[in-house]
């Protein structure tokens, strides 16, 4: 049993991958990608970082 299920675990993660591929950059860029995005669509306007 334990061997099936390391075989399915194994699948389900070769599949994942197949299918979105190795995304780039770090957790934290990428939650912070995600929140952005849900705020702007919310209507909240995020200030982007630019020179002082």
């Known amino acids: 049993m334990t061997g099936l299920r390391a075989r399915t675990d ?6 994942l991958i197949a299918l979105h591929g190795e995304e780039q950059g770090s957790a934290a ?3 912070i990608a995600l929140v952005e995005n849900k705020l702007r669509s919310a209507g909240i306007p995020i200030p982007r970082p630019g020179p002082h």
């Open 29 to 31: 860029a990428r939650g």
């Open 10 to 15: 194994a699948a389900t993660r070769y599949e």
